[in-house]
């Protein structure tokens, strides 16, 4: 799934690569030509660390996306070495749906995206959610995103794992998401002392004490230099 640094689009390029994506998606899967734009997640500014974990996933908590988001893309910021210097990783999007329960949220994958090389850049990226496996639509009102520090397979087994490629801080940065009225700069963390996860569709993810397939690290949430961005398409 590896795809070259270069496929990486700058910041700079990043509108009229979301509306040449929106626009098309929105004609071949809906016959209409008219959308509504879609971003969720945080700010794509400098924070102070990176993580120095391997192969660990990372789920926005701070609000959902709107039923019917086509997403389309993943924006990200990476503009510091991580530990030793290194100065790539890897990203593979991920969707989940998420299910409150009286204790614990739970958060199942349910789409896997095309992996990419990623490189040091001062400059936001883009790379895009090419769908390899499962839904890249937001189908009910409990849809999020994340993405692992991994290239996998369509099994979502890692072939290659990396230290974090993506700006973050923790605790967690207050204020509202990029999504607006209701929504956080909240992530959640899978915790580096189990197995570098396999993200097949249908695995779990949940608070200490939760019974999935993979727990979170302990709060305090983080937060991550990341965003979705998709489209609704008009009806």
Same mark, same amino acid.
């Given at each position: 799934?590896?795809?070259?640094?270069? =496929?990486?689009?700058?910041?700079?390029?990043?509108?009229?690569?979301?509306?040449?994506?929106?626009?098309?998606?929105?004609?071949?899967?809906?016959? @209409?030509?008219?959308? *509504?734009?879609?971003?969720?997640?945080?700010?794509?500014?400098?924070?102070?660390?990176?993580?120095?974990?391997?192969?660990?996933?990372?789920?926005?908590?701070?609000?959902?996306?709107?039923? !019917?988001?086509? &997403?389309?893309?993943?924006?990200?910021? +990476?503009?510091?070495?991580?530990?030793?210097?290194?100065?790539?990783?890897?990203? @593979?999007?991920?969707?989940?749906?998420?299910?409150?329960?009286?204790?614990?949220?739970?958060?199942? &994958?349910?789409?896997?995206?095309?992996? #990419?090389?990623?490189?040091?850049?001062?400059?936001?990226?883009?790379?895009?959610?090419?769908?390899?496996?499962? @839904?890249?639509?937001?189908?009910?009102?409990? #849809?999020?995103?994340? +993405?692992?520090?991994?290239?996998?397979?369509?099994?979502?087994?890692?072939?290659?794992?990396?230290?974090?490629?993506?700006?973050?801080?923790?605790?967690?940065?207050?204020?509202? !998401?990029? !999504?607006?009225?209701? @929504?956080?700069?909240?992530?959640?963390?899978?915790?580096?002392?189990?197995?570098?996860? &396999?993200?097949?569709?249908? *695995?779990?993810?949940?608070?200490?004490?939760?019974?999935?397939?993979?727990? +979170?690290?302990?709060?305090?949430?983080?937060?991550?230099?990341?965003?979705?961005?998709? =489209? &609704?398409? =008009?009806?």
């Amino acid at each position: 799934m590896s795809v070259n640094l270069r =496929a990486a689009i700058a910041l700079g390029c990043m509108t009229g690569f979301s509306l040449t994506v929106f626009g098309s998606r929105a004609i071949a899967g809906d016959n @209409t030509t008219t959308y *509504t734009p879609v971003a969720e997640g945080s700010t794509l500014t400098h924070r102070p660390e990176i993580d120095s974990w391997y192969g660990q996933v990372y789920i926005y908590v701070g609000g959902s996306l709107p039923v !019917g988001t086509n &997403v389309n893309g993943f924006q990200y910021l +990476f503009d510091m070495a991580q530990q030793g210097g290194t100065t790539t990783g890897y990203i @593979t999007p991920l969707l989940f749906e998420f299910k409150p329960g009286e204790a614990y949220t739970i958060f199942t &994958v349910v789409g896997i995206g095309e992996g #990419f090389d990623v490189a040091l850049n001062s400059l936001a990226q883009s790379i895009p959610f090419n769908k390899v496996e499962g @839904t890249s639509v937001a189908t009910g009102p409990n #849809f999020t995103f994340g +993405f692992i520090n991994a290239l996998v397979d369509s099994n979502g087994a890692p072939t290659a794992t990396s230290l974090g490629a993506v700006d973050m801080v923790s605790p967690a940065n207050g204020g509202e !998401g990029v !999504g607006g009225a209701r @929504t956080t700069n909240d992530w959640a963390a899978s915790d580096s002392q189990s197995p570098t996860p &396999v993200v097949a569709l249908g *695995t779990t993810f949940g608070a200490p004490g939760a019974n999935t397939d993979y727990i +979170f690290f302990a709060p305090p949430y983080r937060t991550y230099s990341a965003r979705a961005i998709g =489209a &609704v398409p =008009a009806q």
